[in-house]
């Protein structure tokens, strides 16, 4: 039996080599998604000391352009504040929260079952150094009081950070609590950042834009060395590339801002090379293309 030539092993090398980078590429990139979307929280109920309130926090939404973190609050009572019954509170309670656009209070009835109130905390960040940006509620603090008015006492507080925020992982720590408008509560603090699936997403598509840019000025590089023939096909090809970029860039994960650092860093680039390898092209079609006879 004839053994394989040294050149057919090295043409089925040539193929394998890259079908096995991609495969590697892809299995580390679901990996990565996979365990940053792994779901980490306990849904299990609010557990509060007979004379405690749990006040829980559950995102909803988080908006970078505006610094704004949508947010639902509810609290969860041990015994002592409790009805026979188990349901009702038997005394109001006064929630405040911080730091949010209001600083009204929310006041849970005597003889009513705690309810859940919308309300939105404000963060602090930069949307522009977008998909490395994070934003932070530091600290977010929560004070419960019983009673009403100057009457009213501070009781003990905990805090338990929940929900699911789609892009965003959230992280909370204790901290505390030293504030121009209060010393007395129970603080965390929270951080939002991008989740890996997020950041795989977003690679990938500037990836693409750059391939693109790449491609063109390859193709208009060799025309101008005189490698490869003028075919004014390619204009037609280069342009569609050049109006390829737009849809990319609206894509891309979280909307960054118009002016963002990728904005510098690439899309700018990719565009004036796509546009320098099509006035390229064009220069190399007439000056090697013939005038028609008449």
Known sequence: MAAASPVSARSRLVWVAPALLLALIYAASLTVYGLSSRE?????PIAAGHD????????KSLQPATDRLQAE???????DYLHANGDTLNRNITLLLLPTTSHEEIVFRE???PTTFDTEFITDGNAALWPFDRFEVNPMVVEAYEGLGAARELVPTGLLLDGRVDGWK???????????????????EVTFARTGGNLIYAGILLLMMTTLAVLA????????RRKRAVNTDMLGWM???LFAVVPLRGILPGSPPIGSWVDIALTVWVVATLVA???LFVFCWWRDSEAPTP
Do not use: H, K, W, Y
């Open 111 to 113: 003889g009513a079952t």
């Open 52 to 59: 405690e309130v749990m006040v829980l926090v559950t995102a």
């Open 217 to 224: 000025a390859f193709v208009a590089l060799q025309t101008f």
């Open 277 to 279: 390898s099509l006035a």
């Open 170 to 188: 959230a992280r909370a720590e204790p901290v505390e609590v030293d504030t121009d408008v209060s010393r007395n509560g129970t603080g965390a």
């Open 40 to 44: 980490t929280g306990d849904d299990g």
């Open 73 to 79: 609050v509810t609290i969860g009572v041990g015994a």
């Open 239 to 241: 342009a569609a590339m």
